[in-house]
């Protein structure tokens, strides 16, 4: 059965650092992983959709990469804001389904000016 | 402007009562979503629909009924066989083709009083 897990489950950075989020899976048999954000009470937006295929993806200031074989997926913020604040959740498609999206319970980000 | 509209923002329900919130779509999407999200943890399914006037359980479809009579409109109802029915509901619909993009609506927070 496919796991998604997120660590640490809560980050607080000072403003201006790089940093990293984590994302592990435990089946390789996917077919994209997607990252999204989610501001408080309200609802998922997609940042970064990477396929299987694919070892990374870049939008502005974040650049999500894949490593399918090990099962773990990181999506590296540089130069972080406050406006960066929110919760951060990643969510795999395995292979063998066309529907579904097995998410992580996210990392809740803080970052201090 | 294109995007998928929730409503309403906030619902609250007496024990007892069905309840149904509302996910409207104008993506021209054929898939479409419901979730279950509660404090801290990541997103359950509950209901999917591939397509017009089919529908299939997710993981935790006891006590939730979907219709869809529409390509653009997926109600929801929660009914008093929901054990558990606060949380927050989110719904969301899917590109067809190669990258399969889940976008999500606003959310409902349904709280039972």
């Known amino acids: 059965k496919q796991e998604v897990t997120q660590i640490p489950a809560a980050l607080s950075v000072p403003e201006g650092e790089n940093l990293v989020l984590n994302c592990s899976f435990t089946?390789?048999?996917?077919?994209?992983l997607q990252w999204f954000r989610q501001d408080p009470g309200k609802g998922l937006t997609s940042l970064l959709l990477i396929q299987s295929s694919q070892r990374e993806q870049t939008s502005g200031r974040l650049n999500a990469s894949l490593d399918k074989s090990s099962g773990r997926s990181t999506l590296y913020i540089a130069a972080s804001q406050p406006g960066d604040s929110a919760t951060y959740l990643c969510a795999v498609r395995p292979e063998d389904s066309s529907y579904k999206l097995i998410f992580g319970s996210g990392t809740r980000l803080l970052v201090r000016p | 402007d294109g995007g998928i509209t929730q409503s309403p923002k906030y619902l609250f329900r007496k024990e007892g009562q069905n309840v149904t919130l509302s996910c409207e779509q104008n993506l021209n999407h054929d898939a479409m979503y419901w979730y279950r999200q509660d404090p801290g943890q990541g997103l359950r399914l509950i209901y999917y629909?591939?397509?017009?006037?089919?529908?299939q359980k997710g993981d935790i479809a006891e006590g939730y009924s979907v219709s869809r009579e529409k390509k653009e409109s997926f109600p929801l109802t929660v009914t008093s066989a929901q054990k558990n029915p606060t949380a927050f509901y989110l719904c969301?619909?899917?590109?067809?083709?190669?990258?399969?993009?889940?976008?999500f609506g606003p959310g409902t927070r349904l709280t039972v009083l």
């Open positions: 089946d390789s048999a996917i077919y994209n």
């Open positions: 629909s591939q397509i017009v006037n089919d529908f």
């Open positions: 969301a619909s899917r590109t067809s083709g190669r990258y399969n993009e889940q976008f």
